[in-house]
């Protein structure tokens, strides 16, 4: 079954698009556009509220008296990032009363109850003062710092203070980019639903160059400054070509279109404005460098430490680094006696040592760089 997207299921439930998008985000789906594909959960989710909301409409039935109001259309924002989009149609919405509904009766408070209400809120407000000034003549101070700070913390200790918000917009961005349809139709919204996140038409000299479809893949951001965002992102581009398809005694000809991956480093100008963000030029392209080093690269490493002692000094200086290893994986109280510092490790078990070097520091004592090999 293919899934639908944000605006089909808008266009067949007959609401505003960019309402549906709203609606979805608020129940937790990750969808930055309405080109955005839902699942069968997600579907029966969204189709359940609005029918819930409808049913709520209409709360009784009566017969003999039907009042009827027109619901004024919501005045939509220029600052809309969705603008264009089909205006819901104007429906009149029906208000009915219950058989036998009587009006609420009104509670009516006398003039003294009236008095110790106004009396009892401003004695609160004097004591709430009292209280307030009390704490920080004691030297109390609000949490707003504190909670700033807690979230300064938070922001170093997720990546130097890396902005997840924008983080999130861009991810959003990227994947509707190279998510473009091989039908027209959707090509048109998928047009939209892109230069949404412009704002406004850049000033861009067209040379003719049409889009092909693409389906994206997948994306890994590279870096991410105030002003510009770099990703690795992985798709399937599109190469349209035609053939004839023989219809009867017609002969017409078909598009077709044939995917390859492509892998490529994209870049994004933003800007952030308050708490929201937009993109502020055209992305570019470019190459994905090769992180693997090369041999030339990496400097030449060998074996280090000196070992300038006699082959009978060399035998009992690896009896006794075998000592240690045995005692240090397996005999804890043997540990203690031959060493200081170490504690036991049971999780591994020593094999064979392999190579050793002591360099002679003096009064029997020695530095060894030693190399071992463990069972596990």
Avoid: C
Wanted: proline residues 4%.
């Amino acid at each position: 079954m293919s899934k639908i997207k944000i605006y089909e299921l808008a266009d067949k439930l007959g609401v505003e698009r960019k309402e549906l998008l709203s609606k979805a985000q608020e129940f937790g789906i990750s969808a930055k556009s309405t080109s955005k594909s839902l699942s069968d959960a997600e579907v029966l989710k969204l189709e359940n509220f609005y029918k819930k909301s409808d049913a709520q409409e209409v709360v009784g039935e009566e017969e003999s008296e039907v009042e009827t109001i027109d619901v004024p259309k919501k005045k939509e924002s220029k600052f809309s990032l969705l603008a264009g989009r089909k205006p819901e149609k104007n429906k009149p919405k029906m208000l009915r009363k219950l058989p036998n509904e009587t009006p609420p009766k009104l509670k009516r408070i006398s003039a003294k109850q009236v008095g110790a209400l106004v009396v009892g809120g401003v004695g609160f407000l004097i004591l709430s003062n009292v209280v307030l000034f009390g704490l920080m003549a004691s030297g109390y101070k609000p949490t707003q710092k504190i909670i700033y700070q807690e979230v300064s913390a938070t922001q170093k200790a997720s990546g130097n203070g890396l902005d997840l918000q924008a983080k999130n917009y861009l991810d959003g961005f990227v994947q509707t980019y190279f998510t473009f349809p091989e039908d027209e139709k959707d090509q048109e919204q998928a047009v939209k639903d892109i230069n949404s996140y412009f704002v406004q038409n850049l000033p861009v000299i067209s040379q003719g160059i049409q889009r092909t479809p693409s389906k994206f893949e997948g994306a890994v951001m590279m870096s991410l400054t105030d002003n510009e965002a770099t990703y690795k992102v992985t798709y399937s581009a599109g190469e349209v070509t035609t053939k004839e398809v023989k219809k009867g005694k017609d002969i017409t000809k078909q598009n077709v279109v044939k995917y390859h991956d492509e892998t490529t480093l994209f870049t994004i100008p933003y800007q952030k404005v308050g708490s929201a963000y937009y993109i502020s030029d055209e992305p570019y392209f470019s190459s994905v460098p090769d992180l693997q080093a090369t041999e030339n690269q990496v400097p030449t490493k060998t074996w280090s430490g000196t070992d300038n002692n006699s082959a009978s000094v060399k035998k009992d200086l690896d009896k006794f680094t075998k000592s240690l290893f045995t005692a240090y994986t397996t005999d804890g109280d043997t540990l203690k006696l031959i060493s200081k510092g170490l504690s036991l490790n049971k999780g591994q078990e020593f094999k064979s040592l392999d190579q050793a070097t002591y360099e002679s520091k003096g009064d029997n004592k020695y530095h060894a760089v030693v190399q071992v090999t463990m069972k596990n």
